[in-house]
DNA sequence: CATTACCCTACTAAGCCGATAGGTTAAATC
DNA sequence: GATTTAACCTATCGGCTTAGTAGGGTAATG
């Protein structure tokens, strides 16, 4: 909401969490399943304390995304479409919320504001941008091994 | 909103386009209603396009907030509290809203998160660090003349 | 073919948001 | 001092979003 107003929901939140979790166990080449097992829901949900439904349904629409894969059955579970460095908070937050920024649920650019109230525009532009840079910045690999690069 | 999401409300979209309002018809010395007459709640909802009722539910929001200043009777309205210059635009949006950031309903800096999900509050502090930045350094004095300080 | 774990749709309770209704109180005017 | 004006204040309401649940369908493994 920013903005402009950060306002984080609690699924944002938790998909975060889970795509941490998922880049933190191992790395990921090429999108292909890890040496291992795949990572299941429930094991995630423990991890992170996320009611187990809801984050199903929340690692649906990251796969959807194409964030993360998945593999049914047995052995089955979740792991990330790309290496952690080649997914950045913006993505995971633009898939689960929709679009950054919203003044009245229109995006900045396409506000019609009156009169003096036009200068406004350009401020909720700028934090945008600025906001946007920061989180395009930050990828899962930063997260998982704990360095920002801030 | 942000963030991490800039999300604005319409109830700060209008509070914040009242203020400018407020702020551009004429300069305030000291607190002290105008040499003419204050501006009226209706008036300003003309100017802006804003439900009339809303805006006034908005004006006793923000003149308890101590952003303006307001008298009854003809003759009565509103007028800015403080010179345009001392009022920024981080103060309006917490009188109305509330903290800037949120996740899940908390402020940033009051979250518990378990394991390599806690390099992700540095993340949220750092951002609402920035967007606190912006928005303070923005004052109704830049709105009213047009002049961004950046 | 039984088990496991993801897939998918639908639903619900609760809260928030935008907005309105309608009456009360204070200040100015005649 | 009666009238008018405009702010003050509370309550309410419909609609939407959010957080979370239920329950069955489908693919992979053995």
Redesign the interface.
């Known amino acids: 909401?920013?903005?402009?107003?950060?306002?984080?929901?609690?699924r944002?939140?938790y998909a975060?969490?889970a795509v941490?979790?998922l880049?933190?166990i191992e790395p990921v080449v090429a999108g292909k399943p890890p040496a291992e097992f795949p990572i299941t829901s429930e094991r995630i949900a423990k991890?992170?304390?996320i009611p187990p439904k809801f984050l199903e349904s929340i690692l649906l629409q990251l796969r959807r995304g194409g964030v993360v894969n998945a593999q049914r059955g047995p052995e089955g579970g979740y792991w990330l479409a790309r290496p952690a460095d080649q997914i950045s908070?913006a993505q995971v937050?633009e898939i689960i919320?929709g679009p950054?920024?919203?003044?009245?649920g229109h995006v900045?650019a396409e506000l019609d504001?009156?009169?003096?109230?036009?200068?406004?525009q350009?401020?909720?532009v700028?934090?945008?941008a600025?906001?946007r840079r920061?989180?395009e910045q930050?990828t899962f690999a930063?997260?998982?091994s704990?360095q920002?690069p801030?």
Chains 1, 2 share one sequence.
Do not use: C, K, N
């Open positions: 909401m920013i903005l402009v107003h950060m306002r984080l929901s609690a944002v939140d975060i969490r941490i979790e880049a933190t991890a992170q304390e908070l937050i919320d950054l920024s919203q003044v009245r900045p504001y009156q009169g003096p109230a036009r200068t406004l350009e401020v909720w700028a934090v945008e600025q906001e920061m989180l930050v930063h997260l998982a704990g920002l801030f």
